[in-house]
């Protein structure tokens, strides 16, 4: 199953799930009603029976108490995950976590971060913030509605126990529920069970009042009494099954995301003796944290003690995890000692593949197709390694400025100018008059460093900056936001790859752009696709004849009859944002013709570059369809100046 089979399955599950919850919801309703009916019918001293439910309460009392039961529900249901509107950052923060990618405090928490990079920049999704919880427990969570959102949870045990092996094999295990769309089900499980608690604390209201009163209308007390007794054990009973099936679908999915991570990792002794240091460790993967259990499914091992029967339990028997992970496995497990190797050198770790950290290089149509195919979503071993030679190319004084929320707007700023040297002198200008003077200078200093970026690194740094800049309070973020827009617009034109990166940043920091704005036309997502086609096909040719062959390979691609290509004065960044938008709103399976269709029309020339490739992961960010670096250092070949040479001739003969 690839990337977008398993986002299909995810939006499937989702729909799964809130209609086994309404059925729940439903059966609810249904004994509440006949609580009330039964209680109504003894305190009048009537006879009760299902038949007279109506005679007893009343159609419209029936029709008033399935309202109110349903009204109840859904605002605690709305009211949790309002609560969580902020995503993975609001559950790390319930949890008593704290940010550590801007403040790193030993060098534990360094090395996590940096396994943490190196596993975001390989699987090219942003970089998401990392919280510590300071427990002594080893276990991990990830959480959030979306990639941009994500954050990955940590404890101090976590980080100080485990190797760099096993730490980047919880790792791992962590980013395969980011990429295989199971955090949003996740916080929607929190809201939807909250909604169910409701009716047992509503039931408990009602046994207080009961309580009060005067002598008169004791009946009526005892009644309230048995109607507050009654939701209680609704309420609880509605939760009992509403935590049956949050295991259920929870411990399925951990065996998934192991499986993953070997997949990521090619190493499955790194999750597996992380599962060993589990059971060995004397503080186990129980948390502290006062409200833990309320996002027990989200923990890589069980967050909270064995429950009756294991009935409620989140994950599978650590034994059985590691058993499919080392069938050779002995039953003994292991015992954790103090100061797990802490470092792990990056720069010989940049020497893995043999291949110099940044090296440019082209790819082939194949290639890329490969790439949407088999590695979206799926990165393997050599995406981890190429990772990290990624993030050695990038200087050290970038990695520092990019954690720094004041410098990071500095590099943002500096990947944003335009290449031409008399544009480029415009923009500085034009940043010295409206950014802070502090900002500017930091644009000057770090600027010999940036002159020294791989091409391929612009992306893993962009990346980088992202928590940092999730770090800026509002009124700064307004400002710098406002600052992008007008550098993007200095130029009165619009440059592909500018655009691409301000739009990688802003689906990080805000999420999917321009809802509101999307079209209900029948044909608008195949004008969209038409539209991204054609911006790649007049960035990638300097001619209207090339950029036309190329737009039309790119139609074909897709199965779409030939329009006629739009002009480049018709790319404006308004259009391109609503055509973005738009691709993106598709459903999953639809996306991996449109990303091809994409390589099509940049490889129409038989080769896409380096600068191409990095396009093309950009638009597909934006896309949700994060694509891996794709590692490699083919030479573009000899005599592509020469072609094209020779098409510039044919374009003036015609």
């Not at 605002?75 to 801007?102: D, M």
């Not at 993953?260 to 502290?288: E, M």
């Amino acid at each position: 199953m690839n990337f977008f089979e398993y986002q299909h399955r995810a939006r499937r599950n989702s729909g799964l799930l809130t209609g086994l919850f309404a059925l729940a919801v439903t059966l609810l309703i249904s004994i509440t009603t006949l609580l009330a009916a039964a209680m109504v019918a003894w305190s009048r001293g009537q006879a009760f029976s299902l038949s007279g439910i109506g005679r007893i309460l009343g159609w419209d009392a029936v029709a008033s108490i399935a309202l109110a039961i349903a009204a109840v529900i859904a605002l605690g249901s709305l009211y949790k995950l309002r609560q969580l509107a902020a995503g993975g950052r609001a559950v790390a923060e319930s949890l008593g976590g704290r940010k550590i990618n801007v403040s790193q405090h030993s060098a534990a928490e360094r090395r996590a971060l940096n396994v943490v990079e190196e596993m975001a920049i390989a699987s090219g999704t942003p970089v998401p913030d990392v919280y510590l919880l300071d427990d002594d427990a080893i276990n991990a969570f990830a959480a959030g509605y979306q990639p941009g959102d994500a954050v990955i949870g940590l404890t101090r045990g976590c980080i100080e126990q485990l190797d760099r092996d096993e730490l980047q094999g919880v790792v791992a295990h962590e980013f395969s529920h980011i990429l295989n769309g199971d955090m949003r089900l996740n916080i929607r499980i929190v809201g939807l069970l909250n909604g169910i608690l409701i009716i047992g604390l509503l039931g408990y209201w009602l046994l207080r009042g009961s309580t009060f009163g005067s002598g008169r209308g004791n009946r009526g007390r005892v009644a309230l009494l048995g109607i507050g007794a009654g939701l209680v054990a609704i309420g609880y009973t509605g939760t009992f099954f509403g935590n049956l099936i949050k295991s259920a679908v929870s411990r399925q999915r951990e065996y998934l995301a192991d499986a993953s991570a070997v997949q990521f990792t090619r190493n499955n002794a790194g999750i597996a003796g992380a599962l060993k240091k589990i059971g060995g460790y004397s503080g186990g993967s129980q948390l502290k944290a006062g409200r833990a259990a309320e996002f027990s499914h989200l923990y890589f091992a069980s967050g909270l003690k064995k429950s009756f029967a294991n009935l409620f339990s989140t994950h599978p028997p650590l034994a059985d995890r590691i058993g499919r992970l080392d069938p050779h496995w002995n039953g003994h497990f292991s015992r954790t000692g103090e100061g797990a190797g802490l470092s792990v050198s990056t720069a010989q770790d940049a020497q893995v593949m043999g291949v110099a950290p940044g090296s440019p290089g082209a790819a082939t149509f194949d290639t890329i197709a490969s790439a949407i195919d088999n590695r979206i979503g799926n990165p393997d071993e050599q995406q981890v390694h190429y990772g990290r030679q990624l993030l050695a190319s990038v200087p050290a004084a970038l990695k520092q400025a990019a954690h720094d929320p004041f410098a990071a707007r500095a590099l943002i700023y500096h990947l944003l100018l335009c290449e031409d040297p008399q544009q480029r002198e415009q923009q500085w200008q034009l940043l010295q008059g409206m950014t802070h003077p502090a900002v500017f200078r930091e644009m000057q200093k770090l600027e010999p460093a940036l002159a020294t970026l791989p091409p391929n690194a612009r992306l893993p740094l962009l990346d980088l900056c992202v928590p940092a800049l999730k770090s800026l309070v509002p009124q700064q973020y307004q400002v710098f936001k406002r600052n992008l827009i007008r550098l993007l617009r200095s130029d009165n034109r619009v440059e592909l790859w500018e655009w691409a990166l301000y739009r990688v940043l802003m689906h990080a920091l805000e999420g999917t752009p321009d809802r509101q704005r999307l079209s209900g036309k029948s044909n608008a997502q195949r004008d969209a696709n038409a539209f991204l086609l054609a911006a790649i096909a007049h960035t990638g040719q300097a001619h209207y004849l090339d950029a036309k062959r190329a737009y039309e390979t790119g139609l074909n691609s897709l199965r779409q009859a030939i329009t006629p290509l739009p002009a480049a004065a018709d790319i404006t960044l308004q259009r391109l944002d609503k055509a973005l938008a738009i691709a993106a709103a598709a459903t999953p399976l639809r996306k991996p013709a449109l990303l091809k269709a994409m390589a099509a029309t940049a490889a129409h020339d038989g080769i896409i570059e380096a600068r191409e490739v990095e396009l093309l992961r950009a638009v597909a960010d934006s896309l949700d369809c994060p694509i891996p670096p794709i590692p490699g250092n083919t030479p573009l070949p000899a005599d592509r100046n020469a072609r094209r040479r020779q098409g510039d001739a044919a374009n003036v003969d015609h």
